[in-house]
């Protein structure tokens, strides 16, 4: 039988695989700065919330296969490709958190998805969906922060050596 609620959290799941790996070259790229630092405390709540998530699943029972993760991964690679500390533009470090600021906000409307639904389906009683709304908004908040702090050396047009010439 088809379990929309399974399938809805799985999703969920490959995105929160995907924000954690991210978060992980973020924190260990730019180790010893602010953005590093940022980068570290988002990890540690978004693994938490990771946690939360996967006691969800738990309840609710397993949708499909490891596809979701699997999804997660690869996007995750992908997204390296940009992702260096060296980058004098600094696109790469905003790009990430700019994806992992729309990961929050993903999972901010899950959250309130849930505690909607809460009531009527006692697969996902137990977890305190407004603390857990309240995070993700603080979350967002962070990461968004940093993110347009990034946003004039990252979106600023740079001079070559052969548009000098």
Do not use: C
Request: hydrophobic share 40%; aromatic share 6%; charged share 25%.
């Amino acid at each position: 039988m088809n379990d929309p609620l399974a399938t809805y959290l799985h999703d969920h799941l490959a995105g929160s695989s995907f924000a954690v790996e991210l978060l992980e070259k973020l924190a260990s790229e730019f180790a010893g700065t602010q953005l590093g630092e940022v980068a570290r405390q988002l990890l540690e709540q978004v693994s938490l919330d990771r946690k939360t998530l996967e006691q969800l699943i738990a309840q609710v029972g397993k949708a499909g296969s490891d596809l979701y993760d699997a999804l997660g991964w690869l996007g995750e690679r992908v997204s390296r490709i940009k992702l260096k500390h060296d980058d004098p533009a600094g696109i790469g470090a905003f790009q990430a958190l700019e994806t992992i600021s729309l990961g929050i906000l993903g999972k901010r409307a899950m959250w309130e998805a849930l505690q909607a639904r809460e009531k009527a389906d006692s697969r996902i009683a137990g977890p305190d969906f407004e603390m857990l709304i309240r995070r993700a908004e603080q979350q967002f908040q962070q990461a968004n922060q940093h993110r347009l702090e990034l946003a004039d050396g990252a979106l600023s047009r740079k001079e070559s050596n052969s548009s000098r010439l």
